[in-house]
């Protein structure tokens, strides 16, 4: 139980497009969310929060305006990196809380902007 | 705010030795502590837990952590290695009471030797 899809699992975009990640939880209710960029051989960075019903709660540095979260229902949320750049391209995951502090994570979306 | 150091990046071992992966932790109040596993290009999966009560927790595949409050660490062993065990590990920290997000070591690559 408590699994989270996301989906596409990996993505080539041409720079200044739009891509969007999607996660869902597969059967259970997620009200919160967070995304997460990995960078080669490196940790999990929390991009964002987001709670369902909500604005996204951003970690500082990163920018609102071109990593967009949504997070519409207990079930959905997407990442969309606008107008994508080369060092946009990166590992992001997502993750939900689960139960009494558990954490499920999606498999991962790798995203490479050319 | 709370941080993770993971003291090794990488940690070659040869198969059925044992294997220790260092974490330490530093926070201004009580913490739950995580040791995840990341296989290339896939998400994470828990290993191990501690949120509270006996110190030493388990995990299935015979990994084991121990929770040392005066030392601020939180230490994965495990008494004999497999091959199948290379994989990345990931030590993350949750604040007790506090935003729900968890907060990642830079991990440490366990590559088990033949």
């Known amino acids: 139980g408590a699994v989270v899809s996301q989906h596409p699992s990996w993505v080539i975009c041409k720079s200044g497009t739009s891509v969007k990640i999607e996660c869902r939880s597969l059967?259970?209710?997620?009200?919160?969310m967070f995304w997460y960029r990995q960078f080669p051989k490196q940790s999990l960075m929390l991009m964002a929060t987001?709670?369902?019903?909500?604005?996204?709660?951003?970690e500082q540095g990163v920018e609102k305006d071109k990593f967009l979260i949504n997070h519409a229902s207990l079930t959905l949320s997407t990442l969309t990196v606008t107008s994508a750049h080369p060092e946009d391209s990166s590992f992001y995951i997502c993750?939900?809380?689960?139960?009494?502090?558990?954490?499920?994570f999606g498999s991962g979306t790798r995203l490479t902007v050319v | 705010a709370q941080s993770v150091t993971q003291l090794d990046s990488q940690v070659p071992v040869f198969e059925e030795a044992p294997v220790e992966l260092r974490c330490n932790y530093s926070?201004?109040?009580?913490?739950?502590l995580f040791w995840y596993v990341q296989y290339p290009n896939q998400g994470l999966q828990l290993l191990l837990k501690?949120?509270?009560?006996?110190?030493l927790v388990e995990s299935i595949n015979g990994f084991e952590a121990e929770f040392n409050k005066s030392q601020t660490s939180f230490h994965l062993r495990k008494p004999s290695v497999h091959i199948s065990d290379t994989a990345e590990y990931f030590c993350?920290?949750?604040?007790?009471?506090?935003?729900?997000?968890?907060?990642f070591g830079k991990g440490t690559k366990l590559t088990v030797n033949p």
């Open positions: 993750s939900a809380r689960v139960g009494l502090y558990g954490y499920t």
């Open positions: 059967d259970f209710q997620a009200t919160t």
């Open positions: 987001s709670n369902e019903g909500s604005k996204a709660t951003y």
């Open positions: 926070s201004s109040v009580s913490v739950y």
């Open positions: 501690y949120l509270s009560g006996s110190t």
């Open positions: 993350a920290v949750s604040e007790q009471g506090g935003s729900e997000k968890l907060v």
